[in-house]
């Protein structure tokens, strides 16, 4: 056989084991997504319903501003890691905002934090050593001489200890601050060793009120981030963990009439999204009534009646015109579903001109 056929096939199943050897595994890593991490965590979130607003009006501020008041709303949100990798990092995002604008955030705890994996300063030591030397030797010998030999050598050595400490490097524990023109307000709360997120987290909001105030309701965000692990670090990336969007419920400390009010916002909203979930077949046969109504979707010819994001929509947005349109597109149940919500939001919004329930300030 010529040699160059053979060095050929020996080219060829140095390949074939290289390949069996490298090019396999990272095969399997890319088709695998390409990630050899644990999965980040799934975050699940909950937040109770009703929360009673203190009045913390000080006699400076009723001073300065007599038709307004200060009141304080403590709100407990509650984090819950169901699967995946408490290792990976994560960080959560929570956002409170007033859909009317009506109400403007005075104060919130917690405020900004820094902090360090490190209890304390961190020691350095360096050293640092110097050393020289010389020499020479030569010998040599001959036949009919006597041997000579000579050697010689010469060295110094230095050296120095320098010892200081270090303060270490602060990072952000917890971020916050307004947002939306001071009617919202934001908490990024990031894990470290000395700060866990999971578990039961108390957020205080103080805002400004009109001193007739009895009730309104707020709307709060919730997401948690983590990093999906890769083979590559530079193919690393965030990921949400988990999202969870709530309506809340305020009412003034001691008024029962509001309380109530409050009360039945609550109910509305989520007997709103029950009916929503127990209608889902009806909603999308509405919206594709044939199946060439789906297939004109598929190609993006049809736009559906209904949009998907209509249950967000009703629940979180003002603008009563938008809801009215949305609303008259649903199925019956859930159309009576809606419209009761909107009722109870529209109750607390007439709360502070309800002359029956006078405030008990």
């Not at 008024?255 to 916002?265: V, Y």
Request: glycine share 8%.
């Amino acid at each position: 056989m010529d040699r160059s056929v053979l060095r050929c096939r020996r080219s060829w199943r140095v390949v074939g084991s290289l390949a069996l050897r490298f090019g396999l595994p990272l095969c399997l890593a890319w088709t695998g997504s390409g990630r050899l991490g644990a999965a980040p965590a799934e975050v699940r979130f909950d937040v109770g319903r009703l929360v009673a607003c203190r009045d913390v009006t000080t006699e400076e501020f009723a001073a300065a501003n007599p038709e307004e008041c200060l009141l304080q709303a403590k709100l407990e949100i509650s984090s819950l890691v169901t699967r995946g990798d408490g290792a990976n990092p994560l960080e959560h995002f929570y956002q409170f905002s007033f859909p009317h604008r009506r109400l403007q955030i005075a104060d919130y705890q917690p405020r900004t934090v820094a902090g360090s994996d490190y209890a304390g300063n961190i020691g350095v030591e360096r050293h640092k050593e110097s050393t020289r030397s010389a020499g020479l030797a030569v010998s040599g010998g001959w036949e009919y001489f006597a041997n000579v030999t000579g050697s010689g050598d010469a060295g110094s050595k230095q050296g120095t200890n320098v010892r200081f400490e270090l303060v270490p490097q602060q990072e952000v524990v917890a971020a916050s601050g307004t947002m939306q023109r001071g009617c919202g307000v934001y908490f990024k709360l990031k894990r470290m060793r000395q700060s866990l997120l999971e578990g039961s987290k108390e957020f205080v909001i103080t805002f400004r009120a009109p001193r007739s105030w009895r009730g309104d309701y707020v709307h709060v965000r919730c997401r948690a981030t983590g990093v999906q692990r890769s083979a590559v670090r530079q193919f690393e990336e965030e990921v949400s963990c988990g999202a969870a969007n709530f309506i809340v419920a305020l009412y003034l400390e001691g008024d029962e009439a509001a309380k109530r009010a409050a009360s039945r916002l609550s109910d509305t909203a989520m007997e709103l999204s029950r009916s929503a979930a127990r209608n889902q077949e009806q909603i999308r046969k509405h919206n594709y009534p044939t199946v060439f109504h789906e297939f004109g979707a598929l190609l993006g010819a049809v736009e559906p009646k209904i949009s998907d994001g209509w249950l967000t929509e009703v629940i979180y947005l003002p603008q009563q015109g938008r809801l009215q349109q949305i609303t008259q597109q649903l199925p019956g149940d859930v159309r009576q579903a809606a419209n009761n919500y909107l009722a109870a939001r529209d109750a607390m919004r007439r709360l502070e001109s309800d002359a029956a329930s006078p405030s008990p300030r």
